[in-house]
């Protein structure tokens, strides 16, 4: 499918939602078919999708700056910060706004909150993870701009890494659940870290498909693995192979390590 | 305090009088029930359990909130709604429900229901108490042990229609109180006691 093609079909997607959206509030509910024996539906599913995102983003961008080793994904911290860890937090917001049946009701969350409740930590949580965000993206544009060095990130890294671990916290409200049994085991809370991360990446890769002209870089990584059995090629080949990713700006090598580690392997001989 | 309620399964004659005296008492909008009579094994509703002629098992189970004393729902509602009244029972406020259902995903009894729509009533005008609790769209509601109808020292509307007698009110902590008395010398049950949740109403088997 062509790029336009793609973006129809997309515009296309989100009006219907709209339009379901906006029916949701009119109609009320009864429109999900949700029942009293099935009281959650593909809404929490989504709201736990995009909270995954947003905790998987922080994560992946906390560790990024936190660690030397991973400083090739600095470039792509400011995708992740937007796609993962703001159009996250506003898809949640969006989920679980229409999920609740009275959510002008939600100020009795902060007003009489009750202690025991998975949910009221959940929300604590998404406030930090929105914080969180902001003061990344404040200190991200700062140092774009040279106003403060890389090193000035690791404390806020260290939030982010921490903000993203607390995921955990969102599995409570379902790991707590004595009534479902598929739910109430405790390998529930390490499910949702290893999704979070998985999710975060997975948006990730998809937004550089969009970005980079990434089938560019695909076709001539793969042409060069057909011409050389091995894929590995020659050396002057492979410094070759590397400007050809470097100037066509593609975001996989780097991505996955690919580049990194050449670069090591080279030093060595 | 702790009020409670005793069923006897050996009178229960499955008649479903108390769903209906629950429905009509407390104006229960279309398509919901606080009170509900399942039936063991069988296929349906009111169907036998086993093979012809001699494996044959009819069973009813009345089930309505079991007013836990470790109560799954109260621990999970993000607002308090749910709370636990001084006297034992689970009570919901409504005004203060964000129709979340956490409560109803946590209840291991499927106790609770929700109005997924502005509530709508078979008859024109109201039925039962009237003091019968005012019903909402979009929040949570559960059997209240007929909170209303105690407050003036009377008993749970599905007590008085129960034609088998099988239904027993009162306090548990009271070593003289009829719940006390009857469990004496039987056999009882609770339902899913492995849960945790310490259920306020016993079943006599």
Redesign the interface.
Known sequence: MSKKNTKIALAALCVLGAACYLLQFV????I?H????V??GLYIVGFMCFTGLAAGALLLIGLAWLTDGLAELRPYTRILLICGVLCGLAGAGAFIFV?????Q??I??ML???P?????WD?AVLSLYGLTGILLGRQAWLIAQGRRTAASMRPLALLAVIAGLLVIVTSF?FA?????PSWNEPGEPLSFLFAAAIIALAVLSLVLLHLSPLPACWASRRWSAAGHGSGRGTKTEQVSRKETFHNQRCAWPSLLGFEQEKQQGEDKA | MHMGMVIDLKKCIGCHSCAVACKLNNNLPEHMWWNRVLTKGGETMDTADGTYPDKLNLQHLPVNCQHCADAPCVKACPTGASYKAEDGTVLINYDKCIGCRTCMAACPYDARSFNWKEPTYPLAHAVGEADAPKHQAHIVEKCTFCANRRARGEVPACMELCLGRARYWGDLDDPDSEVRRVMQGRRKMRLLEEKGTNPSVYYLL
């Open positions: 109609l009320g509910e009864d999900t949700m029942n009293n024996f009281p959650w999920d609740l049946g009275n959510p009701r939600g009795y969350m009489s909150p009750n025991t409740s998975p949910q009221v929300a409200a707590l659940m004595v009534a479902a």
